[in-house]
């Protein structure tokens, strides 16, 4: 078994895990951690706990020190710091017409590196941007282009459930998603329903595919004409998840049937 504790970095996102490293600390406290952009400041979200090391991906990053006041104001000036940069270069991507939507900068807590995140449909030739950027900031910059998911994990909100939305608080990867999933669970095809706050197709659509899938194995198909004992009729409607049918003859009676 391993001691590791949670970790986020901001208001959304996923949670890390790292090593406490000896250090005793508990749930909501200031952190400062090694990761792989180098020191990060962060709050824990989880109190110490302990698992099989099978469960934990290597090489596993471990906490510095329990952030200080120091830590803390150095953190809010990166912050005010970061949000002046995202300013500075949204006006001048505005002004040289560079076809990109720089959404979020941050730096890194010890400032050696300076990170954008933007969207843009096509590719993006940034090799000026970069160049002002690193005259002005005197630091290394990082351009990093993300798709609309991407997008919404960093934005955050409430999904149509009325949750906080999968992407912006557990899911480490975006899984395929296609339209069949929806058709496999009979809802109705209107974007609105099915369309996530990126535009693209709700990513719990995939959650429940293999059950809808295994269950639909196993019932009639709408329209299908069968016979149970004395009573023959089509199937008008089926429920997947109880794994019922029902059908209807030519004198409009109704009997339901639940698949065995």
């Known amino acids: 078994m391993i001691k590791i504790i949670g ?3 901001g208001d959304r996102g996923r949670i890390y895990y790292f090593s406490p490293n000896g250090h005793q600390i508990g ?3 200031k952190v400062i951690v090694e990761t792989e952009k180098g020191l990060q400041f962060g709050e ?3 109190d110490e706990k302990e698992t099989d090391e099978k469960n934990i991906m290597y090489p596993l990053k471990a906490v510095v020190r329990v952030a200080n006041s120091e830590d803390i104001q150095k953190y809010e000036a990166n912050l005010e710091s970061a949000r002046k940069a995202l300013e500075y270069v949204r006006e001048y991507v505005k002004q040289e017409n560079i076809e990109m939507n720089v959404i979020d900068a941050t730096y890194t807590f010890d400032k050696s590196k300076l990170i954008f995140k933007f969207i843009a449909d096509d590719r993006v030739d940034f090799r ?3 160049k002002e950027l690193a005259n002005k900031y005197k630091t290394r910059i990082e351009l990093k282009q993300i798709g609309v998911r991407d997008k919404a994990k960093e934005v955050g909100g409430l999904g149509q459930c009325g949750r906080q939305m999968c992407c912006a608080q557990f899911l480490l990867d975006f899984d395929s998603v296609s339209i069949n999933m929806a058709k496999n669970q009979n809802l109705a095809l209107n974007p609105s329903k099915i369309n996530g706050s990126c535009g693209r197709l709700l990513c719990c659509l995939g959650y429940e595919d293999d059950e809808y899938t295994k269950n639909k194995e196993k019932l009639p ?6 016979t149970k004992g004395n009573f023959s009729g089509r199937v008008f409607d089926i429920d997947i998840i109880a794994k019922k049918y ?4 030519e004198n409009e009676e109704i009997k339901e049937y639940t698949v065995e």
């Open 246 to 249: 029902k059908i209807k003859n």
């Open 7 to 9: 970790v986020k970095f």
């Open 44 to 46: 824990t979200v989880t």
């Open 128 to 130: 000026e941007l970069i």
């Open 221 to 226: 198909k709408i329209g299908e004409k069968i």
């Open 27 to 29: 749930k909501a406290e």
